[in-house]
């Protein structure tokens, strides 16, 4: 089986949309006028895709107040000082500072500004 997406609710999923695909590289591949403002967003491999929405029948969750090696989505990043410096500059914070593993991966934790969790992932050996 492949997967398809991951899916996150939100409370504003114009502006999630908008700010992923502005400093995150993802592109719109359905945006939907339904009640939930659902919105299918791909990396940049066409391969990969999250789903954006805000179902009323249920809460948001209190992305901001999880741990981040709860829930996390991360990303493939040759140069981390500055995709960190750039995403800050676009509001993003840092959860966990820099790190590198003792194998040799450079990573860092961050939340965007809606306190969802994005890790930066530099690796002594690429997984994908």
């Not at 194998?103 to 961050?110: A, Y």
Request: net charge negative.
């Amino acid at each position: 089986m492949k997967i398809e997406h991951f899916a996150y609710q939100v409370a504003e999923p114009p502006a999630v949309t908008d700010w992923y695909c502005e400093h995150l590289g993802f592109s719109v591949k359905r945006a939907g006028n339904d009640v939930a403002q659902t919105y299918f967003l791909a990396d940049e491999s066409g391969q990969v895709m999250i789903e954006i929405y805000a179902n009323p029948a249920i809460e948001v969750p209190p992305y901001r107040d999880m741990n981040p090696l709860t829930l996390h989505l991360a990303f493939v990043c040759d140069d981390i000082p500055h995709t960190i410096e750039r995403l800050q500059q676009a509001g993003a914070t840092i959860a966990v500072e820099t790190m590198v593993t003792p194998i040799g991966d450079e990573l860092v934790m961050l939340r965007d500004p809606w306190g969802m969790a994005i890790q930066l992932c530099n690796r002594a050996q690429r997984l994908v």
